[in-house]
T-cell receptor
Framework: GAVVSQHPSWVICKSGTSVKIECRSL??????MFWYRQFPKQSLMLMAT?????????EQGVEKDKFLINHASLTLSTLTVTSAHPEDSSFYIC????????FGQGTRLTVV | DAKTTQPTSMDCAEGRAANLPCNHS???????VYWYRQIHSQGPQYIIH???NNETNEMASLIITEDRKSSTLILPHATLRDTAVYYC???????????FGQGTELSVKP
């Protein structure tokens, strides 16, 4: 079946630095990808919809200047957490749809 | 907001059928019912989806009520590896965002 790959699986960064997470659809083209965030013991929360060749659509309450999304090709979307702080520590998951949704394996971000 | 409601948690004995209910009373005519599960610290895994007919695959069966306002996911012979959080989601098959509810934490016990 279709595969969505996320990289890195985990990352530790210092407070104030930026971190980039990549999401690739390996065997299909995705004009749209989705980014979620998940805190411990909670459900996935949709952050934004990434649109190939145009601006991302952010959900209410998500800071677009803090979470930069770039969808430069039909198989790659990136999420950059800028000026990361400890409260940004979370599990970030991307998704792409071809009919059903396929999810990446997630990225565990820890900001120290 | 999520369009589905599910019990917070359920237990099931190993080898028995696990029946996970989901309410989606505001589902629209073209929206499908999708089921995913998430094992700790992994991305969600697709299980099954359907529109109005009952569906079965190698993992599970999906029973959708005639009015489409609720559904039940059935794992016919639960194993310890089926312990996970199960999410019922409604959405359009041609695309669009999927909004997760709180899901059901299923614990399969020996």
């Amino acid at each position: 079946g279709a595969v969505v790959s996320q990289h890195p699986s985990w990352v530790i960064c210092k407070s104030g630095t930026s971190v980039k997470i990549e999401c690739r659809s390996l065997d299909f083209q995705a004009t749209t990808m989705f980014w979620y965030r998940q805190f411990p013991k909670q459900s996935l929360m949709l952050m934004a919809t990434s649109n190939e060749g145009s601006k991302a659509t952010y959900e209410q309450g998500v800071e677009k200047d803090k979470f930069l999304i770039n969808h430069a090709s039909l198989t790659l979307s990136t999420l950059t957490v800028t000026s990361a702080h400890p409260e940004d520590s979370s599990f970030y998951i991307c998704s792409a749809r071809t009919g059903r949704a396929f999810f990446g394996q997630g990225t565990r971000l820890t900001v120290v | 907001d999520a369009k589905t409601t599910q019990p917070t948690s359920m237990d099931c004995a190993e080898g028995r059928a696990a029946n996970l209910p989901c309410n989606h009373s505001t589902i629209s005519g073209n929206e499908y019912v999708y089921w995913y599960r998430q094992i700790h610290s992994q991305g969600p895994q697709y299980i099954i989806h359907g529109l109005k007919n009952n569906e079965t695959n190698e993992m599970a069966s999906l029973i959708i009520t005639e009015d489409r306002k609720s559904s039940t996911l059935i794992l016919p012979h639960a194993t310890l590896r089926d312990t996970a959080v199960y999410y019922c989601i409604v959405g359009f098959v041609q695309g669009g965002k999927l909004i997760f509810g709180q899901g059901t934490e299923l614990s399969v016990k020996p």
